[in-house]
């Protein structure tokens, strides 16, 4: 906050003695403008890439190497065109599809593995943790084979399935869940144990309400790690019919005659879905409520 | 509703024994109050209770029958938190409702049963709130609720009035009570507030180190300490000690004076002479020791006063209206039955009675 904040009710004719107007020039008042600058600046190079899409997709062929940013004649073809092909429908019904399954299963099993990790006891605890742990290091480019030679053998080529099993669980998604269930008191677990719930019950019904704001986290996460996903959905799938919108749209035109505007067209209504997602679960981010058990 | 019974119950965390054997006799619908020093092994011993803990050896029995290998659900007590542990995503309804999810009642009579807690609790407008709606003290009356829904055979309280403020604690201490004598179940309450103990229990127990020193109405401990460890942990301020030797004719204190009681010890052991600060008599009849006023503490109805003297520091109380000035002299003695006598190495009580 500034240094000049004022609080609600707070009345300017009543400052203390040893307040004065501050000028427009002193330090502090520079360090704030500086740092707005760089964070209008930071602003803008984020937002670059969006207003370009944007306008890209609403221009004609013939003007997308034209850097302008408003089109010359801006026109809705692009989305008529690309939301009336049958392909870009059935992409993104299988994006959302994966997505979605995708992000239940970490959810579930991420947060199942990590409540078992943090609040049970049991030889080799430590071992599994860090076997997870150490997963986080291998990079994705180097599992691709071995997730391909096992799909061939399992017949998951080409398939819903196929695209999905490697991101049903994740590492990252146990380790931060098991770092959440930290948070929550013991004291819960064994009243809830006193009042008759199993174990499992009381994972469900105790532990996970109390870590909503981490799971809607990890929701977030999973969903868009898994929308903008484009090497595994690449490698696995071959028909059209299967591909991701991300495949997919990278598969308009050909390599001699790359269609941007469609692709940008694509990129833009397939933003929608990640915007609902955070909006519908960033709500759940609010600080604070394990502790409203607690204490006075 | 049932008594309970500990039987040498020993608890060993690894390597470490942090409860030594203890055994505890509990009538049905007894209020008995643990309290002991921090990490004397009051909470384990309610958890080995509750069974949220396997006692390392020893055995639990609850209304007659050992529970030792039974679920905390299937053994009918219910347990308080001192941080209530309250769910915060349920209603005060959800959470009192909680308590009955076991229970083979039809739903109309948990219902019934609900609402009859939450009146007596004085909880009704509430049912509909969520914890962080709730002050402390309401806070601390829904985990009350919580575990009286079930009419449990045995309530376990863990120290739930400490995080409550000193005018809370002393009306809830009041309502505890009051509940009590209404329900009539069988009460374990973990305290670490001696006041706190003399006041609700009808018996307390004290522990130190994993071992029960002494268990005994709040009137037994307090007029007949077993050992000094009791006898300076119950009452406050604190009993004092005065160390001496065992005399033909009583304890020869280091001042050359006698105090004149009757003790089973064998002449020249190390005993320590214990007078509660009450005790003490002001320049009256027959002095043991004279000390010099060196701090007073005006409590109103009466003074706290400080003295230094040839046995160490030593307190004694005064009248509220016209203490003793500082840099005074004053002589002290004590009534013969007020006297206490420790043995000065192994603690107990050498008093004969
Ligand atoms: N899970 C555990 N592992 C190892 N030692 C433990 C464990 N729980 C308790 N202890 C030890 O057992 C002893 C008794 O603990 P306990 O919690 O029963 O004390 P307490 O009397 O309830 O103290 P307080 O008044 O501070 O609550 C302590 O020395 C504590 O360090
Ligand atoms: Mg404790």
């Known amino acids: 906050m500034g240094t000049t904040a004022t609080y609600p009710g707070e009345d300017h004719r009543h400052r203390g003695p040893g307040y004065r107007q501050r000028s427009v020039f002193d330090a502090a008042n520079l360090g704030q403008t500086v740092r707005w600058l760089l964070l209008l600046i930071g602003g803008i190079l984020m937002i670059m890439p969006i207003m370009y899409m944007i306008s890209t997709s609403l221009k004609w062929p013939h003007e997308i190497y034209d850097l302008a940013l408003i089109p010359n004649e801006p026109h809705l073809e692009n989305y008529w065109f690309v939301l009336e092909d049958g392909r870009f429908f059935r992409w993104f019904v299988n994006s959302i599809v994966i997505a979605a399954a995708t992000t239940l299963s970490n959810v579930l099993f991420d947060s199942l593995v990590g409540y078992t990790l943090c609040k049970f006891r049991f030889p080799g605890r430590y071992l599994v943790f860090i076997a997870i742990l150490s997963t986080l290091m291998i990079p994705t480019e180097m599992l691709v084979i071995p997730w391909y030679l096992m799909s061939q053998s399992f017949g998951w080529l080409d398939t819903h399935w196929g695209i999905m099993f490697p991101g049903l669980m994740t590492a990252f998604g146990t380790f931060l869940m098991k770092q959440f269930f930290e948070t929550v008191p013991d004291d819960f677990i064994e009243a809830a144990r006193i009042d008759g719930l199993n174990e499992l019950e009381i994972w469900w019904r105790i532990a996970m309400p109390l870590v909503r704001p981490a799971l809607a986290a990890l929701a977030i996460f999973v969903f868009l790690g898994n929308w903008t996903a484009f090497i595994w959905p690449l490698i696995v799938t071959n028909s059209v019919e299967m591909y991701t919108l991300p495949v997919g749209l990278s598969s308009f035109g050909d390599e001699a005659d790359v269609q941007w505007e469609l692709i940008m067209t694509g990129a833009a209504i397939s933003t929608l879905p990640t915007l609902v997602v955070f909006l519908i679960f960033q709500r759940f981010i609010i600080r604070g409520v394990v502790m409203a058990g607690l204490k006075g | 509703m049932a008594g309970l019974d500990l039987r040498n119950l020993v608890k060993a965390y690894g390597r470490t024994e942090v409860l030594h054997g203890i055994s505890l006799h509990v009538d049905d619908g007894e209020f008995v109050v643990l309290v002991g020093p921090s990490g004397c092994g009051k909470s384990t011993t309610l958890r080995l209770i509750a069974g949220l803990d396997e006692p390392t050896s020893g055995d639990i029995e609850i209304a007659d029958r050992n529970v030792n290998r039974l679920e905390p659900k299937d053994r009918n007590v219910a347990m308080v938190f001192q941080n209530y542990a309250i769910y915060p995503h349920m209603t005060v309804r959800k959470n009192i409702g909680f308590g009955l999810r076991t229970s083979r009642l039809p739903k109309r009579e948990k219902e019934k049963r609900l609402e009859e807690v939450a009146a007596i609790l004085e909880m009704t407008d509430l049912l509909e709130r969520k914890p962080a709606q709730l002050s402390g003290g309401q806070r601390q009356r829904v985990a009350i609720g919580r575990a009286m829904v079930r009419d449990p055979d045995v309530f376990l309280f863990d120290e739930p009035l400490s995080n409550l403020d000193a005018q809370l604690r002393t009306l809830m201490r009041l309502e505890i009570k009051k509940l009590h004598q209404r329900v009539g179940n069988t009460i374990i309450f973990v305290t670490h507030d001696q006041v706190e103990a003399m006041t609700m229990a009808d018996r307390i127990v004290i522990m130190n180190d994993g071992n029960i020193l002494q268990a ?108 003793p000035e500082l840099g005074q002299r004053l002589a002290l003695g004590a009534d013969t039955a007020s006297i206490h006598v420790f043995d000065a190495s192994t603690g107990e009580s050498v008093r004969r009675r």
């Open chain 2, 216 to 323: 005994g109405t709040p009137s037994d401990v307090y007029y007949n300490p077993a050992n000094r460890f009791v006898a300076q942990f119950i009452g406050a301020p604190s009993m004092n000690m005065l160390p001496g030797l065992v005399a033909p004719d009583g304890v020869r204190l280091r001042n050359g004076s006698t105090v004149d009681v009757r003790i089973d010890a064998r002449e020249g052991r190390p005993v320590e002479v214990g007078v509660r600060p009450d005790d003490f008599i002001l320049d009256g009849p027959d002095p043991f020791i004279e000390g010099t006023v060196v701090v007073r503490e005006p409590l109103g109805h009466e003074t706290l006063v400080y003295l230094e003297t040839p046995a160490g520091e030593l307190t004694a109380k005064a009248g509220g209206r016209t203490p």
